[in-house]
Each structure stands twice: as C-alpha cells, then as structure tokens.
C-alpha cells in the first residue's frame, strides 16, 4: 500500500474521493474532473507521537477525531479526512487504518449504518448479498467464491447502508478483497476488475456467518433476533455512540431486521460446498 505521488480521483463508497494516498478497493473514478469530490483525503505534515492515554475518538460536533498511538491522527469530517503521521509510522498502517476506521467514519458522519461486512451482488444484478460476522470467520473468503460463482463485489470488510424508501441501499470499496497469504498469518490485497465491481446495490438479505460441526444450515431469523444479530455486527460502534448517531444507527437496524431477510448461516468448512449452493438457491438468494 505504498504512498502515492500525486491526487488522484477515486470511487468509493458511491462517493468521488480525490485522495493523495493510495486507497486499496476504490475504482478510478469516471467523474469528469471538474466536478467537486464528495470527499478529499489530505496528508499533512507528521506530528509528534501521540500520548499513549489519548482517546481513541474525540468529536467536536463537526469533527471526529480518531488516534492511534503509534500511527497518527485522523481528522474525519463529512467531505474530508486529514492524516497526520507520526514519525516512522508504518506507512502501510496509516493506509490500513484509513481503509479500516476513518473512512468508515466519515460514512457513519454522512448519515449512513455501517456494518461490518462484505458485499456480494448475484449474477442477476437484482439485489446483493452482505456477508457478516466477526474477524476470521471467513466473509472474504466466502465472497471471492461467490464471484467464482458469477457474483459482483460491493463491499470487502465493511459495507454502508442507507434507508431509500422502502429498500436498503449497500455501498464500500468494490475494488478487491484481502485474502489469506501463503505465508502464514499474513492477508494480501486481490484487486477486482472494474467490471465485477457494483458501486452500489439494493441488499436483499444479509447472511451472519457462525461456525458449526455438523451440516451446514442457513435459518431464517424473526425479527427481534435478526436486530440482535445486526446490532452485534455494527463496524466501530464506538463512532455511532460518539457522535450522537445511536438512535438513528437503531431505526435504520430495526428497518433492515423487519423488512429485509436476515439469516444464521452455519458453516463447517471454508469451501463453499455444493449443498451450500443449493440452500442459496432454495432461498431465492443465488
């Protein structure tokens, strides 16, 4: 994830981003170049290392700023994110926490849910998939399958969800996926074409992944657990409570839980087995 030289115009999100750092899983951006950016990231000068007590986030009530000891600052507004490095920071950090946390940030500020989870839109175009649960439990993994299988990349690690009338609208970063390495413990970035990328899409079912020793089975949630399952599956629900979001964050879960299909889907291995096809297509979701 090295530093770029110079400005460039991205896509991410649904949003025109003019960054001057690389930012893995945007897509160029066609937006003719006169046109304003939705959001501008900035480096600027590296400040002195943060005090190991700073707090994680501090707002404002324009600005939310998150530190990261060791790393930098991270000034998150709604049109704009300024980096400060501190000295001898791994710049491949920096990027990681900018993909990870102050991106998603900026999202939470423009009014959007996040949650944390991949995005997958079916071979038919019509609505998407998003893949949730906790770290490690194989959503990356599960997603680069379903594009082997004819799908299109919405969103990697975490996807926004905004409230149009009566549907659910997913956008992120549709540009790759970070898998597994061959080295042990290490993950890589996997680019995507631009033309199995969605910049956005209606979700039609969200999947909570969970890990089982018997078959696999994909269960319809009730409302009341399926907003339980979305609740636990919040990204950095820190940044929701911080800058006075909870209750909006809570009607648009409520909205998702009791109007989109919500599903536990227990898994045995990390293949995706063609019984596990099967109960996709059963469900009307493949």
Not at 78 to 93: E, K, S
Request: proline content about 8%.
């Amino acid at each position: 994830m090295p530093h770029s030289d110079g400005n460039r115009r991205l896509t991410g999100f649904d949003l025109s981003i003019d960054s001057d750092r690389d930012l893995p899983g945007a897509l160029p951006d066609r937006t003719p170049g006169e046109a304003a950016p939705d959001l501008r990231i900035v480096t600027l000068p590296s400040l002195a290392p943060a005090e190991p007590a700073a707090p994680q986030y501090s707002w404002d009530n324009r600005t939310l700023t998150f530190s990261a000891p060791g790393v930098g600052r991270y000034a998150c507004r709604r049109d704009a994110i300024d980096i400060a490095a501190v000295p001898d920071a791994d710049p491949d950090m920096v990027t990681a926490l900018l993909v990870a946390t102050a991106l998603p940030a900026v999202m939470w500020l423009r009014g959007e849910t996040m949650l944390h989870a991949a995005g997958v839109e079916t071979p038919s175009g019509g609505s998407a998939l998003a893949i949730a649960g906790p770290s490690g439990i194989g959503k990356s993994t599960l997603t680069a399958q379903l594009l082997d299988a004819g799908g299109t990349l919405l969103a990697d690690d975490s996807i926004g969800l905004q409230r149009r009338d009566d549907r659910i609208v997913g956008s992120g970063l549709p540009g790759g996926l970070h898998l597994d390495h061959e080295d042990e413990g290490a993950r890589a970035f996997f680019p995507v074409s631009a033309e199995q990328s969605a910049r956005s899409a209606t979700i039609g079912a969200v999947l909570v992944l969970g890990r089982t020793d018997g078959a696999p089975a994909l269960v319809r949630l009730d409302p009341v657990p399926a907003l339980e399952r979305l609740l636990a599956n919040q990204h950095r629900p820190a940044v929701p409570a911080t800058i006075g979001r909870r209750a909006a964050m809570l009607a648009t879960m409520a909205f998702i839980a009791g109007n989109c299909a919500v599903y536990e889907w227990h898994r045995s291995q990390a293949a995706l087995g063609i019984a596990e096809r099967d109960m996709l297509t059963r469900e009307g979701l493949w």
